[in-house]
């Protein structure tokens, strides 16, 4: 492993089309302590047809090493290398001729932050933005602003609001920046739930992959 840059050379899963007869591609961000297989069963629950599903694996099982909500720099040079891992999957998407508008990034809990601060830091039309359990990463006081426009990206936010990971108000800056951003973001906060994903999610997820891959 290469201590400046951790997550370079691991492990990547996919399921469903190569991506060069693909007509959607999926990028599908694990959760801390997991790994790829953490996160794929979601196949089982989101039946699509002609949607490539890229699930990356972090080195050791976790994309960053302490909480999201951390000083950036106690997380790096973790958090940059877990970032550059997404670059260079959207990249070989497009390269196979999916467009980022029909690309969407989803992840749970660490995976739901990442995907979260990518799309934030590479603003564009993205075909959907999927964060289960996940929040924009920074310590508490961070002021989220970054360039660009999400430009009507769909985002689903969705989360417990006693979730002991991620702090509710978080869930609602992120909310915030991302419609600064230019973002059509759902947040759904679901009272008493642990951290998980529930059916009402799943749900969601599905009717905006189903209109991706439409």
């Known amino acids: 492993m290469n201590d400046d840059d951790p997550h370079a050379g691991q492990l990547l899963r996919t399921a469903g089309p190569p991506l060069d007869s693909a007509r959607a591609a999926v990028v599908l961000v694990h959760g801390r302590g997991t790994g790829a297989a953490g996160i794929l069963p979601l196949l089982e ?41 997404v670059a ?27 995907a979260l601060e990518f799309a ?48 509710l108000e978080r869930v609602h800056e992120t909310a915030t920046a991302l419609r600064t951003l230019g973002a059509e973001v759902d947040e759904q906060i679901y009272p008493g739930m642990g951290h998980t994903v529930n059916d009402d999610e799943i749900a969601r997820l599905f009717a905006m992959l189903e209109r991706l891959a439409g």
């Open 88 to 114: 260079a999957l959207a990249d070989e998407i497009v390269g196979a001729g999916i467009p980022a508008e029909r690309t969407a990034l989803v992840g749970f809990s660490q995976g739901a932050c990442l």
């Open 120 to 167: 934030a830091r590479n603003a564009r039309r993205w075909g959907a933005v999927a964060a289960l359990s996940g929040g924009l990463i920074g310590p508490p006081g961070t002021r989220f602003g970054y360039p660009g426009s999400l430009e009507g990206t769909p985002v689903l936010l969705g989360c417990s609001d006693i979730d002991d990971h991620i702090p």
């Open 45 to 85: 629950v989101l039946p699509l047809d002609g949607v490539a599903w890229l699930a990356p694996e972090a080195a050791g099982g976790t994309w960053y090493p302490h909480r999201f909500i951390a000083p950036i720099e106690e997380n790096e040079p973790w958090l940059t290398s877990a970032l550059k891992r």
